[in-house]
């Protein structure tokens, strides 16, 4: 299979929902600017990745320090071992004892899952998967299925702008206000809102003088998830964000469109603005759009992409409407026929298969073209 171009043509996400389905076994190679990427796949799973142009203070031995796992004199040490024996870093501290070893193991599971999360930021850059035997480092990642990956990238691309209006500053720092609830049997969180593992893992790091930028590293869940734990801590008011002194906190202001307009008539105009949108998108696209049983087909692969694309953007609307109109969104696409928003071919025009929707909480979903 012979894959390359740009990400402008053929998003990250395509990319390995593609390698994913075929189960393909080779190295992806990722450029944009200054950075360079390399993702290995075993049968369609992820087994490592690597940043090519990774900075000092993304080294592990770096992330292991600033997470206070060890001390810059236990690295220092270990990495002159290193240097003496040819031994792996991981090795050197596990038989120093100065940490073990399935704590170096879920520090390079860190350092991979971030590597690869950052990928769903780029907006610009190019790609070439070589076929090629891969076989996993002797500190391997446990393997990660391609098709996971990209819904949680997904996920986290959704979910980052509502985050950042609270915690929108890398020097931001934090204060307690109260104890947390017990925890409950079940309740691991995972969603905007709650508050589960995550939430109780950061609460216990906070501390005065620790900014955002500690936080991250010393809880060891990455920045997505450390910034939505602290999210849900302050939307639930067990803890407040501190400014640096000298700068102003931002006016509290609302969040969403039916937060401002309030009430059943706002609903109402929101609906009917939503519906305009929809309207627009179905006007521009009207070639793309299926004529009944006797759909257009496309054997062009881009040109499946490019319609995809129109065709997502009238799901999306018509989820918004449901939602405005339901106050949730449905739990399967088909709803949306049901309630007279869009025709059933349209669930999965320009493709066989229906689309990928899953709901994953009251108003955020993940929609994807077919996995399989």
């Known amino acids: 299979m012979s894959l390359q171009g740009t990400l402008k043509d053929f998003g990250i996400g395509d990319i390995l929902q593609l390698i994913g389905q ?16 390399r993702v290995g796949f075993k049968d369609g799973h992820i087994i490592k990745a690597e ?11 770096a992330m292991l320090v600033r997470s206070e796992l060890i001390t810059e004199t ?31 193991q879920a520090m390079m599971q860190l350092q ?26 002797a500190e391997a990642i446990h393997p990660l299925r391609a098709e996971t990956v990209l819904m949680e990238g997904f996920r ?26 017990p925890p409950r049997p079940g309740d691991e969180g995972g969603e905007l809102g709650t508050i589960g593992t995550a939430e109780r893992r950061v609460y216990e790091e906070i501390s005065p003088g ?3 930028r500690k936080l991250v590293d010393v809880c060891c869940l ?25 700068v102003r906190a931002p006016a509290p202001g609302d969040e969403r469109l039916l937060a401002r307009l309030g009430g059943s008539v706002g609903r109402v105009v929101a609906t009917m603005v939503v519906l305009a949108a929809l309207a627009l998108v179905v006007s521009r696209s009207a070639w793309a759009s299926p004529e009944g049983s006797a759909a257009t087909s496309f054997t062009d692969p881009a040109a499946q992409r490019h319609v995809s694309e129109a065709q997502r953007v009238r799901i999306a609307a018509a989820l918004e409407v449901f939602r405005l109109e339901r106050g949730e969104l449905p739990e399967r696409l088909d709803s949306l026929v049901q309630a007279g928003l869009l ?30």
């Open 22 to 37: 075929q189960q393909k076994t080779g190295t992806l190679q990722l450029r944009s600017k200054e950075q360079e990427v």
């Open 51 to 61: 940043s090519v142009t990774r900075k000092r203070k993304d080294l592990i031995g």
């Open 74 to 104: 236990q690295l220092e040490a270990a990495l002159e071992t290193q240097r003496r024996t040819l031994k792996r870093l991981g090795d050197v501290l596990v038989s120093s004892q100065a940490l073990t070893a399935e704590r170096f």
């Open 112 to 137: 991979a899952t971030e590597t690869i999360y950052r990928l769903f930021t780029w907006k610009d850059g190019t790609y070439e998967f070589i076929q090629e035997p891969v076989e996993p480092d």
């Open 156 to 181: 986290m691309v959704d979910e980052w702008p509502v985050i950042r209006k609270r915690i929108h500053r890398d020097d931001l720092t934090f204060e307690r206000l109260k104890s947390l609830p």
């Open 210 to 212: 620790r900014d955002l």
């Open 222 to 246: 990455g920045e997505f998830e450390t910034c939505k734990a602290l999210h849900n801590l302050v939307k639930g008011e067990y803890v407040r964000a501190v400014h640096p002194e000298g």
């Open 343 to 372: 025709e059933a071919e349209e669930l999965s025009y320009p493709w066989r298969e229906e689309y990928y929707y899953r709901r994953i909480a009251a108003r955020q979903y993940v929609l994807l073209p077919p996995l399989r």
